[in-house]
């Protein structure tokens, strides 16, 4: 029994030993990457669901390291976070987002917008609102083409200085969504406190909401406060024709997910997306 935990020891041990050499490799790539030849960003869109229209698009990096090929946002972004390297990076996604709405905007005269993902970092860092005022004027882009997606766990940590953000953003009139709604520690009493518009119910939720009765309640719960309150929905992770059905029937304003189309680099969102729209 002794060799056996033994042996089982010294398998999590290098298990262990791997997960972190692994993360030291990608903190050491992303300090040393070229943010312009191994960044892309990818779009995927969302669509008003009353009528099947499409109403913007999100943001989502790409990376492609030279040396371990992709590496998916949700691996090196922690990563990112932890080592401050976010502030880099969020500038180079917004830099890059900015620049591709006013070129599709401009291109196609729609007003559609661009969600861009913050994270808490970036939102921490002191001079934020004044960063981002001078990035949105230096970009030429309309305010409320833009949507800021800031996940609730973010906008729950520190409430009195988020009250002041929350106020200065709506000031600069763009849109602020609270991103992965439902999951975190669902305070909702900040949410008529502070000046958002729209929740974006987690993917987790939407998952089960054919399939679990209690999900669907609590969908349906955050969905007619929103209405309450003059917020907007959108669903995220939306797969199944089922959980369409179920959401339009709930009257969630806005839905993105797999079933109307993954995340694409920019010409082919481009061409599936904004030709055919115009046409
Ligand atoms: P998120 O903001 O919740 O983004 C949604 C994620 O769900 C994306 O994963 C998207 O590709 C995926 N997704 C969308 N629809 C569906 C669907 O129908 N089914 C399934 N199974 N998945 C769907 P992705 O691109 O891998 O990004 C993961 C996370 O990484 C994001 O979660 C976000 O937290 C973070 N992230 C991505 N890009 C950025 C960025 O530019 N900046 C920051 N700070 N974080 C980012
Ligand atoms: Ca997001
Ligand atoms: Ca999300």
């Known amino acids: 029994k002794k060799n056996y935990l033994g042996k089982r020891f ?24 070229d943010f312009k030849e191994e960044f892309k960003l990818y779009y995927q869109p969302q669509y008003r669901s009353s009528d099947n229209t499409l109403v913007g698009m999100e943001a989502l990096i790409r990376w492609n390291s030279p040396s371990k090929g992709f590496i998916f946002p949700g691996e090196f972004i922690p990563i990112a976070e932890e080592t401050s390297m976010i502030i ?8 890059e987002a900015l620049r591709q709405i006013k070129n599709w905007n401009e291109k196609y005269s729609q007003d559609l917008k661009i969600g861009i993902n913050i994270s808490p970092k970036q939102i921490d860092q002191e001079d934020f ?10 970009s030429g882009v309309k305010p409320e083409w833009i949507d800021l ?14 009250e002041e953000l929350f106020t200065s953003l709506a000031e600069i009139d763009i849109n602020i969504s609270i991103d992965d709604f439902g999951t975190g ?4 009493s900040y949410i008529k406190r502070f000046d958002i518009d729209r929740l974006k119910i987690a993917k987790e939720l939407i998952d089960n909401i054919a399939s679990d009765k209690n999900t669907l309640l609590i ?18 992770g939306v797969e199944e024709e089922e959980q369409l059905k179920i959401l339009k ?24 997306y904004l030709v055919k729209s115009v046409i």
């Open 10 to 33: 010294a398998f999590f041990d290098s298990w262990l030993s791997k997960e972190i050499q692994r993360k030291h490799e990608i903190e050491l790539l992303l300090r040393h990457a």
């Open 88 to 95: 880099r990076v969020g500038e180079w996604v917004l830099d």
């Open 185 to 188: 520690y669902s305070s909702l």
């Open 129 to 138: 609102i004044n960063w981002l005022k001078q990035k949105i004027r230096k």
């Open 149 to 162: 997606e800031i996940t609730e766990n973010s906008a729950m940590s520190s409430e009195t200085s988020m």
């Open 249 to 272: 029937e709930l009257s969630c304003d806005e839905i993105q997910g797999y079933i109307y189309g993954h995340p694409v680099p920019a010409d082919v969102f481009e061409r599936e």
């Open 219 to 236: 969908v349906k719960a955050i969905i007619m406060m929103a209405n309450g309150l003059g917020l907007k929905t959108i669903a995220e």
